[in-house]
């Protein structure tokens, strides 16, 4: 049996990952670890009697877990699953790994395997069902070629989002927290881009961030993709 510890108890965590471990059979939550008490304490009451930890160096230091789930602010998932491959721990990363895809996450890829553990991150959109089914049916040559893919995300209303996630040095905005899974899938379907065309966006001051982006990207034999 794995002995998973989960990091970050916030709504991802309580709505989503939780009730999905719960229905493994190989693997149970076994610690939780926040800083704010009132998210431990919620999601305690999911899991059967997990320890729990309002401290991530006591966390680590507990040696009581064989993987983590990071569900924290984006902005610290890099520092957090760096010390946790460090510790000898498997990784998964709740998008984003890091708002320096080229440089921070090649360092994960280059920890896990002098570590010799894993680390995943959850793009989790590409294994929903009518996602793989989309795969399934190209794969069969049922639709032809990709050439265009247009995207449209209506996100949750942003005023009501965390105040971290306005700070777009520390969130990266809503191209990271909102429309990344988009992208995911559009650079599966499409591969590399090769330019962007060309982009608008609308920032709100009175919010402090963007709440609006309208982009043409190129990619390579003349596909492209407009995403808003």
Known sequence: MIRLGL??????????????IRGFTDAKV???CDNNPVSLQRASSIVSSPKLFNSFDEFLESKSVDAVDICTPGFTHFDLARRCLESGLDVLVEKPVTLFPFARAQELGQLSKSYGRKNLRCQSL??????????????????????????TYHGRN??????????????GGIIYELAI???DLTALLLGAPSSVVGTHSRYRPEIGCT???ESIIRFNDGKVESLT
Do not use: Y
């Open 7 to 20: 990091v970050g108890c916030g709504r991802i965590a309580r709505e989503f990952h939780l009730p999905s």
């Open 181 to 183: 899974h988009l992208i």
């Open 126 to 151: 590409r294994f929903h069902r009518n996602v793989q089914l989309l795969f399934k049916t190209l794969e069969n040559g049922q639709l032809g070629q990709v050439m265009k893919v247009a995207c």
């Open 158 to 171: 942003v005023h009501n989002e965390a105040s971290w996630l306005h700070d777009e040095e520390k969130s």
């Open 30 to 32: 076994v610690a939780l």
């Open 211 to 213: 709440t609006e982006i």
